[in-house]
């Protein structure tokens, strides 16, 4: 059974800057692809950027010029880098892997089979 573990939210204020680390377990290394959604309490989860197996990366269009996903294979992490943050990137953000060797973003979180448990971000301004 596929894991993955969220780590590295907390409380920052507005324009501050947090890196979000997801280790996923040797049984998801290959062919997957990993992404990032954040879901505030009361609506619906959303995609904010995500990597495949070959690097091809997307981002949501809320995030894009602020927010860098990565992935470090020797270490079995996919960090999230969260650069002038604003009070509306407040929510908890899950990673989530899907099995597939090739991803063009967005997809919808239903395609994803395995997900982490999430870490709070809270950004005041």
């Known amino acids: 059974q596929a894991q993955l573990v969220e780590s590295g939210g907390g409380s920052v204020q507005a324009g501050g800057s947090l890196k979000l680390s997801c280790v996923y377990s040797?049984?998801?290394?290959?062919?997957?692809?990993v992404s990032w959604f954040r879901q505030v309490a009361g609506k619906e989860r959303d995609w904010v950027a995500g990597?495949?197996?070959?690097?091809?990366?997307g981002y949501a269009d809320p995030v894009k010029g602020r927010f860098t996903i990565s992935k470090d294979n020797a270490k079995n992490t996919v960090y999230l880098q969260m650069s002038s943050l604003e009070p509306d990137d407040t929510a908890k953000y899950y990673c989530?892997?899907?099995?597939?060797?090739?991803?063009?973003?967005?997809?919808?979180?239903?395609?994803?089979?395995?997900w982490g448990q999430g870490t709070q971000v809270t950004v005041s301004s």
């Open positions: 990597i495949d197996n070959s690097g091809n990366i």
């Open positions: 989530a892997a899907l099995s597939r060797d090739y991803c063009h973003w967005p997809l919808v979180p239903t395609l994803f089979s395995y």
């Open positions: 040797e049984s998801i290394y290959g062919d997957y692809c």
